[in-house]
T-cell receptor, first 115, second 112 residues
Framework: SAVISQKPSRDICQRGTSLTIQCQVDSQVTMMFWYRQQPGQSLTLIATANQGSEATYESGFVIDKFPISRPNLTFSTLTVSNMSPEDSSIYLC????????????FGSGTRLTVV | GQQLNQSPQSMFIQEGEDVSMNCTSSSIFNTWLWYKQDPGEGPVLLIALYKAGELTSNGRLTAQFGITRKDSFLNISASIPSDVGIYFCAGPFYNQGGKLIFGQGTELSVKP
């Protein structure tokens, strides 16, 4: 399965600022997924990022707040813009499995605290 | 939005006991996935199920894909302290780019 490196692992940010999270995969993948996990909650998909096209956002998530870049098949970034304390969450990137399976692999996550 | 219904939400058990948790959905899934998340980490895949009725084991873990394709369960036998964590079921929507939806999670605590 793919190995994902996600940075930063954690950060404490001031409200009103922005944070960009990076996700690097050790193999080429078509789709990358960005999830949010609010404290004590399950994972919720923010958007799906395909290389060469605009990301597809889930209901309740907008590009102005969570812009995503996907410059190549091994890398993506998620920016959390104009942060407020409600954005304090764990943000995770994920890629689908290879070989026909759906054993999605996740990065270790970015724990964001907004103060 | 769509969600998988996972129960129980939490379990407190004694080391050595068996554990069972399940997941149900109003939608049919062609794949069921079970993940474990340790504190400060991303979810790690435990078992993937691809066929209705399938029963799959991974060490002390056993999972089954319900025959209706709307449910799945995960059993952990002879629990040990390192089984502590949050367990999630998940299912992909093939017709929506393969995105996953997750159950609410089962938080497992094991008392030595």
């Amino acid at each position: 399965s793919a190995v994902i490196s996600q940075k930063p692992s954690r950060d404490i940010c001031q409200r009103g600022t922005s944070l960009t999270i990076q996700c690097q995969v050790d193999s080429q993948v078509t789709m990358m997924f960005w999830y949010r996990q609010q404290p004590g909650q399950s994972l919720t998909l923010i958007a799906t990022a395909n290389q060469g096209s605009e990301a597809t956002y889930e209901s309740g998530f907008v590009i102005d707040k969570f812009p995503i870049s996907r410059p190549n098949l091994t890398f993506s970034t998620l920016t959390v813009s104009n942060m407020s304390p409600e954005d304090s969450s764990i943000y995770l990137c994920s890629v689908a499995g290879t070989g026909g399976g759906y054993g999605y692999t996740f990065g270790s996550g970015t724990r964001l605290t907004v103060v | 939005g769509q969600q998988l219904n996972q129960s129980p939400q939490s379990m407190f058990i004694q080391e050595g006991e068996d554990v069972s948790m399940n997941c149900t959905s109003s939608s049919i899934f062609n794949t069921w996935l079970w993940y474990k998340q340790d504190p400060g980490e991303g979810p790690v895949l435990l078992i993937a199920l691809y066929k209705a009725g399938e029963l799959t084991s991974n060490g002390r873990l056993t999972a089954q894909f319900g025959i209706t394709r709307k449910d799945s369960f995960l059993n952990i036998s002879a629990s040990i302290p390192s089984d502590v964590g949050i367990y999630f079921c998940a299912g992909p929507f093939y017709n929506q780019g393969g995105k996953l939806i997750f159950g609410q999670g089962t938080e497992l605590s094991v008392k030595p």
